[in-house]
């Protein structure tokens, strides 16, 4: 059965103050790893698909990484409109398999 | 943003009463899910389609039931609605069965 396991649960962050969000998975034969970002009352928003390990794709402040069991969602100098949850989701045949998330709260 | 809308939005309803929640895309996509999240669970597969008429179950289907008579609209009904199915639910739709579109979501209460 797939898992996926997000760590931490919640992360407070000073304006400016970098960090790093982890997704850790076991998977029969993963064809994808996806992050969203999701909103207080909206649905998840996609933000990257990544394939194999030692892939790395960017969006403004946010940079995923992954290796063969791991994923990292990089926050680089974030601001207040960061706060969010980030969701890690793997992809085994039809269905993902998603992570509880990790509550990012960025204070000004 | 992907055009997907979700009906109704917010319902309340007593246990043991029939629900449809309904989703309607724009998009065309063939793939089609049903997601419900609670606080801890993440985001947890009750459904999904892969074309007209064909459905499928997932990890929490158990109480639940849907349907796709058109492309664009997916149901989901509950049959007899209990407490533990409060919850707030997600459509969400696939050109591929890889990166999934999600909708607003409805949140449900049942009494």
């Known amino acids: 059965e797939d898992q996926v396991t997000q760590s931490p649960e919640a992360l407070r962050l000073q304006e400016g103050e970098s960090s790093s969000l982890n997704c850790s998975y076991t998977?029969?034969?993963?064809?994808?790893l996806f992050w969203y970002r999701q909103d207080p009352g909206k649905g998840p928003e996609f933000l990257f698909t990544l394939y194999s390990a030692g892939e790395e794709k960017e969006k403004e402040r946010l940079k995923a990484t992954l290796t063969k069991k791991e994923s990292f969602l990089h926050i680089t100098a974030p601001k207040p409109e960061d706060s969010a949850t980030y969701l890690c989701?793997?992809?085994?045949?039809?269905?993902?398999?998603f992570g509880a998330g990790t509550t990012v709260t960025v204070r000004a | 943003d992907a055009g997907i809308t979700q009906s109704p939005r917010h319902k309340v309803t007593e246990t043991g009463t029939p629900v449809t929640l309904r989703c309607h895309q724009t998009e065309n996509h063939r793939y089609m899910y049903w997601y419900r999240q609670d606080p801890g669970h993440g985001l947890r597969l009750i459904h999904y389609s892969y074309g007209v008429k064909d459905t499928d179950k997932g990890e929490v289907s158990d109480g639940y039931s849907v349907s796709r008579s058109k492309t664009e609209d997916f149901l989901l009904t509950l049959e007899s609605a209990t407490s533990s199915q409060t919850s707030v639910y997600f459509c969400?739709?696939?050109?591929?069965?890889?990166?999934?579109?999600f909708g607003p979501g409805t949140r449900l209460t049942v009494l």
């Open positions: 989701a793997v992809q085994d045949d039809y269905k993902l398999s």
């Open positions: 998977v029969s034969g993963l064809r994808g």
């Open positions: 969400a739709i696939s050109p591929d069965r890889a990166k999934q579109f």
